[in-house]
């Protein structure tokens, strides 16, 4: 089985509160703030994008720190944008898909259950879309019919030693990316848990569309993962201090996570 190279990509970052990071808050309220992050994988001549951040416009609307494009990241790893063919798409809330047109040549890869919620009845309420842009929605359906989207339906490798597995939880259709790495097998988290807290504690993230869905999504994990320390949670800065940068002149901006 190949084995793969595994980086996360900081590209902003916001300001937080522990209490709003929990179902209930948080009785030791105090700063808890999210970093945000794309990952790339890389390896057996092929390099694979998790996730396309979001654009300095929407990071303004939304009052986040946005600190460089992802794909200026991924260009100070040797990756052009424009040259990927393949990119997953863990979810489409706004920081997980927004940029997406600045991967012209990639196919995407969404669970047909994400693009059944974003495009349905629960969009209705606003408790549901708010983590939504309707432009990268409405961008996500051009792209189907440009026939620039493959649709997952549950678990499915990828590629040799690269697997999505669907969790949901957080949004219907979220899915995880398990990666064959020289340490074992490494598990992309997304917003399956925003922080090792979340799943550590069993205490969910407050923006979710099924809480039990959530819970288990926590348990399946572990199950993918070699052991605790191979998942890698979606918005934890602690991220950013466990692994080390790839070189001195990405340090703050990039860790290998294999």
């Known amino acids: 089985m190949n084995q793969y190279e595994v980086y996360a990509i900081k590209y902003a970052h916001h300001a937080r ?41 929407v990071a303004a609307k939304r009052g986040r720190e946005h600190l460089r494009c992802p794909t200026e990241g991924l260009r100070l790893l040797g990756v052009e944008a424009a040259g990927v063919k393949d ?29 059944r919620y974003a495009t349905g009845r629960y969009m209705c309420h606003e408790c549901f879309r708010g983590a939504f842009e309707v432009e990268d929605v409405v961008g996500m359906v051009r792209r189907v019919y440009e026939g620039r989207v493959q649709f997952h339906d549950g678990d499915v490798e990828l590629m040799p030693g690269v697997s999505l597995h669907l969790i949901g939880g957080h949004t219907m ?41 959530m819970v288990d999504g926590y348990w399946r994990i572990r199950e993918l993962a070699e052991s605790p320390a191979h998942i890698i949670p979606g918005h934890d800065p602690l991220v950013m201090e466990r692994y080390p940068a790839p070189a001195a002149s990405l340090a ?7």
Do not use: K
């Open 17 to 57: 509160r522990a209490a709003e990071n929990f179902i209930g808050g948080d009785p030791h309220d105090g700063p808890m703030p999210l970093d945000y992050f794309v990952w790339l994988v890389r390896g057996g001549g092929r390099e694979l994008v998790v996730d396309t951040g979001f654009s300095a416009a």
């Open 87 to 115: 990119v997953v798409i863990t979810h489409l809330h706004y920081d997980h898909v927004g940029n997406f047109e600045l991967f012209p040549s990639a196919t995407l890869h969404l669970q047909d259950l994400e693009m």
């Open 173 to 213: 259709g979220l899915q995880v990316v398990r990666v064959a790495t020289r340490r074992g097998a490494v598990v992309l988290a997304s917003d399956a848990s925003h922080f090792y807290a979340n799943m550590e504690q069993t205490r969910p993230f407050p923006i979710v569309w099924s809480v039990g869905a």
């Open 252 to 258: 703050g901006i990039a860790v290998r996570l294999d």
